[in-house]
């Protein structure tokens, strides 16, 4: 089975940081994407950034860019989400997502690309 483990939520004022966590196991780690989302009680999750695990190609969504990097560690099984800069707007539910193929680009941050989902991580920032 695949499994995947976010940490690295919490609380943090407006202009802080967080970094983000995802321990994956169950699989060949070095062949997956690999995607951060968001979702808020109400609203439908939203693609944060993706990347290409073994490459250099990254997506971001453009309320992210320049803020938000997406980063890998093949030694260690994790994806990491460092967030900068974070806005109360960036508050939500962050799930860490993957999949065995590579998506096309415009897929890339979208919910039907991705096959597992961890259990999320509460980020808050006011």
């Known amino acids: 089975d695949v499994q995947l483990v976010e940490s690295g939520g919490g609380s943090v004022q407006a202009g802080g940081s967080l970094r983000l966590s995802c321990l994956v196991g169950?699989?060949?780690?070095?062949?997956?994407?690999m995607a951060w989302f968001r979702q808020v009680p109400g609203n439908v999750r939203e693609g944060i950034a993706a990347i290409y695990i073994g490459t250099d190609n990254t997506f971001y969504a453009d309320s992210v860019k320049g803020r938000f990097t997406i980063s890998q560690d093949n030694a260690e099984n994790t994806v990491y989400l460092q967030m900068t800069n974070l806005k109360p707007e960036d508050t939500g539910m962050y799930y860490c997502?993957?999949?065995?193929?590579?998506?096309?680009?415009?897929?890339?941050?979208?919910?039907?690309?991705?096959?597992?989902w961890g259990q999320g991580t509460q980020v808050t920032v006011s």
């Open positions: 997502a993957a999949d065995p193929w590579f998506p096309s680009a415009i897929r890339a941050l979208g919910v039907d690309a991705y096959t597992y």
């Open positions: 169950g699989y060949t780690f070095s062949s997956y994407c």
